[in-house]
């Protein structure tokens, strides 16, 4: 049997709870999921982080995952957008822990500057917390795919059995009432 047969089989049996085929998929992948996202970022450590992350969310995810024709092309473009938040997660703490001087150099920040800016976005975090607890599940869930996941309304639609309507109203509420709860 051909590679995208026995992964496309494999996905069937892990969506249909096979955790012997999440097993067998994972042993399949993983090694050139992690040297494609060494192509991608060129950081091993990076990438052997993000394909275990790829891993983890299919196995939390399993009952709810779509058919896929291509597996490893659906993974590498999983692995991919995992890559990216992890790096732009990093570039933001690197901008956290430091300023642009003058003259472009950079200079660490003063330790009264980190605190006021780690409490500040400490605060900001738990003003986003109780905002986002006074969305209901769905909205909650398609704010999460549609901002965290990146995916697009046609995409968010086709994931939760929804129209591309509903899909845009439902995130459209859910914006409304974090604008209203963010802003108070």
């Known amino acids: 049997m051909n590679n995208k047969l026995t992964h496309h089989l494999l996905w069937e049996r892990l969506r249909a709870s096979d955790k012997d085929a999440f097993f067998d998929l994972y042993r399949e992948l993983y090694y050139p999921l992690v040297n494609f ?15 275990d992350l790829v891993f983890t969310t299919i196995w939390e995810k399993h009952e709810t995952l779509n058919r896929v024709d291509n597996v490893e092309a659906y993974l590498r473009t999983f692995l991919k957008r995992k890559l990216l938040r992890i790096m732009e997660r990093k570039r933001k703490l690197n901008d956290a822990l ?27 975090r738990f003003q986003l917390k109780n905002a986002l607890d006074k969305l209901t599940f769905r909205q909650k869930q398609l704010i999460h795919l549609k ?32 604008r209203k709860e963010l802003k108070a």
Do not use: H, P
């Open 37 to 51: 996202g060494i192509r991608v970022c060129a950081d091993a450590d990076i990438s052997s982080e993000a394909t």
């Open 147 to 178: 901002f965290f996941d990146g995916l697009s309304y046609e995409q968010i639609a086709e994931q939760t059995k929804q129209t591309i309507k509903t899909a845009y109203n439902t995130i459209y509420d859910a914006l409304k009432v974090l």
């Open 98 to 124: 430091y300023n642009a001087g003058a003259e472009g150099d950079w200079m660490e920040m003063s330790y009264e500057e980190f605190i006021v800016k780690v409490q500040s976005d400490e605060l900001v």
